[in-house]
């Protein structure tokens, strides 16, 4: 693999556990925020765990949403970060990098099924695609969040909280995991090595 795999410096918690990830897959990563260098990466990830709104603004003021937005390589956003990927979200009325249709909203709760969501869930593949290629039946990833885009002509996986929701989507070269595949063991991992090899 190459080493140019970059992991977009956003801010997010989940930084460390994506770069270990990766790590254990033979893909040297790193950190970066610099335009030149996301433009030359092989692979780019862009990871999340917060609110949309100010992650938008620190994309903004790194100067990265009209870099991301050109970006022809194949690029994974993870969690938050594939909310980022979508027109817009609900979770502070804000526009996001709009590379997917759609806005991204509150997860409707019960009684059943708490907000923030949290823990395992089952995905359910809608057809074949390049990012989850090779899983086992009825894969479980692991979740946490309190929004999601809603199932389009552009969701690749769908789960069940609350309401059903895209739990993976693809544009183009822009994909998404609602879910951390970095914490998802075996299915994870496989997801990530899609992402690395395959695309």
């Known amino acids: 693999m190459s080493s140019a795999v970059l992991v977009v410096d956003a801010g997010g918690t989940n930084l460390t556990s994506v770069l270990a990830a990766l790590q254990r897959l033979g893909a040297p ?7 030149a260098e996301l433009r030359e990466a092989r692979r780019v990830i862009l990871p999340g765990v917060g609110a949309a709104a100010p992650a938008m603004q620190r994309l903004e003021s790194l100067g990265l949403t009209e870099v991301i937005r050109s970006l022809t390589q194949p690029v994974l956003g993870i969690c938050l970060g594939m909310q980022l990927l979508y027109e817009r979200s609900e979770e502070g009325d804000v526009a996001c990098l709009g590379l997917i249709p759609g806005t991204v909203s509150r997860l409707a709760g019960s009684a059943q099924a708490r907000v923030p969501h949290m823990g395992w869930n089952r995905l359910e593949l809608l057809g074949p695609a390049p990012l989850l290629a090779g899983l086992p039946d009825e894969p479980y990833a692991y979740f946490v969040h309190s929004f999601a885009a809603p199932p389009s002509q552009f969701t690749l996986a769908t789960s069940l909280h609350g309401s059903e929701f ?29 992402f690395l090899e395959d695309m």
């Open 29 to 35: 990563a790193r950190l970066s925020a610099d335009p």
């Open 166 to 194: 895209s739990s993976a989507a693809g544009r183009a070269n822009f994909w998404g995991t609602q879910f951390h595949p970095e914490r998802s063991a075996g299915v994870g991992a496989r997801i990530l090595r899609n």
